[in-house]
């Protein structure tokens, strides 16, 4: 009689996602403790360690390191590739601030063995307003999960960056037939946050203690889930949405009047989100060093005729708009293959001006152009990226000694008729070659920038030490941008890589050494901005001609009047950001 053969045991891969640790990696509770547990231990950087120090190579070692934080999320999608590369088909998920316990991970093993169960987590805390729209108000530490089963219904959401990853996981997998199971009792300890007991109306409550910026992305993944579900699923969305506002109202019962107004932000922010992007950011926001979280998927080739598509992400600390990915230099190149930084510039007060002839906005438009140097004022001038060249020749022809610099080959085609040196290289090759400047111009330049701090410091480099830089961009936490989201006209992907807000400028500048003159919004070209963004669905859909030139002049003409309005109502609702520098006194 032939002997029955048990089961092959299945390898079990540990996951311990490390961002910006108290101690060295491998002296982590979480890391010394799982390591005799499981078959393999990964250990995944997500930002803010350091796999090369030798407190790491002396612990586990295989690893995964990130430049930056992409979120629980986007480790655990690396963590589940890398179980199914080395033939792992479980994977234990531990937070590096947890403990486990002796035998935790066979404990899941037993659970997990029985038909059907694609995954295994701690046992829930007890939901009294039952308002937790998924089955289980637990936490991922702990959890044991089916590698196969992960996949087959496409992996962690990396959208949600950190909160609801595993709730939104495991309601995919019971919708797809698997079955999801609790532990008999818990098998970590594990503290969310910094909890401690309030009094609201009379009832005992929990206040989890998270900062500002933890509330913020937790109101993100929530909003991001709201917006999804309200479809097919309004009451999940409703319970979602009810109970962070509860949380968010506990926090200002509490005194943390911050943290529940940044969950409320994030809450909008990402309820408002149509399509962000499917995979996470790859970076840090350019501008602050920030997270970056997906905000809107890229706009369509009609709109701009590229091809391409870009991802949009937002940053939960300065509000700036920027690409989750640097592109390559080939891609950079493709984008402005057609781009007419070397066209004639128009005149600079348009049909529109002639009809909302208002003189403030006429000084509004002359100070712009000035780079808001005083009247009559002279030195030396750098403009950066100086497009056709026509302004070099003004500042030339107000008595100013200008040079202008450019990387597009065809540009500053005036200035260079007019015997003005026009530099085409990057900005930081004229570092130590160039005497310095009183006033360095960048104008719709540094959100084209793959690293503005690069590009800001390199122009605080060429300035004399009374000099100023003057930054004008398009503003991302303008009514443009609300409005429209990514159909935005400021937004024009893929070459804007980073839209700045007047926060992200001002934290820009404390990087780099700069001391802040004047920073304001600015409504002067809402007519081009906010304008061109009303005009895009007019231009479209009516037939060329005299109808479409007049459907054009006044969506231009509304754009103005409501850019105009938007300043009135919040100055920091303009189309564009102003920003005035100067090296910082010692």
Same mark, same amino acid.
């Given at each position: 009689m032939a002997e029955a053969r048990l089961p092959a045991p299945r390898r079990t891969l540990g996951v311990v996602v490390v961002h910006k640790p108290d101690r060295a990696v491998a002296d982590l509770p979480a890391v010394r403790d799982l390591l005799d547990q499981v078959d393999e231990l990964l250990v995944v950087l997500n930002g803010g360690a350091d796999a090369s120090s030798p407190a790491f190579a002396a612990g586990p070692r295989r690893w995964i390191a990130f430049d930056t934080n992409r979120g629980t999320a986007a480790a655990w999608n690396a963590a589940v590739g890398a179980a199914a590369d080395s033939g792992c088909e479980l994977l234990f998920i531990l937070d590096q601030d947890s403990v486990i316990h002796r035998g935790a991970v066979d404990a899941a093993l037993a659970v997990i063995a029985a038909p059907g169960v694609a995954a295994v987590v701690q046992p829930a805390r007890k939901d009294i307003l039952r308002l937790d729209p998924f089955p289980w108000n637990t936490v991922a530490s702990g959890s044991l999960l089916d590698v196969a089963a992960v996949r087959a219904v496409g992996g962690f959401d990396e959208r949600l960056f950190v909160d609801e990853v595993d709730h939104e996981v495991f309601s995919r997998l019971i919708t797809a037939g698997y079955e999801v199971r609790q532990l008999p009792a818990p098998t970590i300890a594990h503290q969310t946050g910094s909890p401690r007991h309030i009094s609201v109306l009379g009832r005992r409550a929990v206040v989890s203690g998270h900062g500002a910026r933890r509330r913020r992305l937790q109101g993100f993944s929530a909003g991001v889930l709201a917006r999804r579900y309200a479809r097919h699923e309004p009451a999940t969305a409703a319970r979602l949405l009810l109970r962070h506002a509860l949380t968010a109202a506990k926090d200002a019962v509490a005194g943390e009047g911050r943290a =529940? /107004? $940044?969950? *409320? &932000?994030g809450l909008v922010a990402g309820a408002s989100t149509g399509r962000p992007p499917n995979r996470a950011a790859e970076r840090a926001c350019p501008y602050c060093e920030g997270d970056l979280v997906g905000r809107f998927g890229g706009v369509a080739d009609w709109l701009f005729g590229t091809g391409e598509r870009g991802d949009v992400y937002w940053c939960t600390e300065c509000g700036a708009l920027a690409a989750g990915h640097v592109p390559s230099p080939g891609a950079l190149a &493709? +984008?402005? $293959? /057609?781009?007419?930084? @070397? #066209?004639? %510039?128009? %005149? /600079? @007060? !348009? $049909? +529109? &001006? =002639? *009809? +909302?002839?208002?003189? #403030? !906005? !006429?000084r509004e438009i002359d100070a712009l152009h000035r780079f808001l140097s005083p009247p009559g004022a002279t030195g030396r001038f750098l403009e950066v990226g100086t497009g056709a060249g026509t302004r070099l020749v003004e500042f030339a022809d107000a008595g100013w000694d200008v040079v202008g610099q450019d990387l597009d080959p065809k540009a500053g085609h005036a200035a260079v008729e007019r015997g003005i040196v026009v530099h085409r290289c990057p900005v930081e090759n004229l570092v130590g070659t160039i005497a310095h400047f009183d006033l360095i111009g960048l104008s719709h330049v540094i959100e084209h920038a793959v690293e503005p701090a690069e590009l800001l410091a390199a122009c605080r480099a060429l300035l004399a030490p009374n000099g100023r830089i003057c930054v004008i961009a398009p503003n991302a936490a303008g009514l443009g941008r609300r409005l429209f989201g990514r159909w935005w006209y400021g937004l024009d992907q893929p070459r804007h890589l980073a839209i700045p807000t007047l926060e992200s400028l001002e934290r820009l500048g404390v990087r780099c050494d700069l001391d802040v003159v004047a920073a304001r919004s600015a409504a002067a070209n809402a007519a081009v901005v906010? =304008? =061109? &963004?009303? #005009?895009r669905p007019v231009e479209n859909r009516l037939p060329a001609g005299r109808l479409r030139r007049a459907g054009g002049f006044c969506a231009h003409l509304l754009g103005q009047a409501m850019g105009r309005a938007a300043v009135v109502v919040d100055s920091r609702l303009g189309e564009e950001v102003v920003w005035l520098g100067q090296p910082r006194r010692p």
């Open positions: =529940g /107004r $940044a969950l *409320v &932000s &493709s +984008w402005y $293959a /057609r781009y007419y930084t @070397h #066209a004639t %510039e128009p %005149e /600079r @007060h !348009r $049909a +529109w &001006s =002639g *009809v +909302w002839p208002t003189q #403030a !906005r !006429r906010l =304008g =061109g &963004s009303l #005009a």
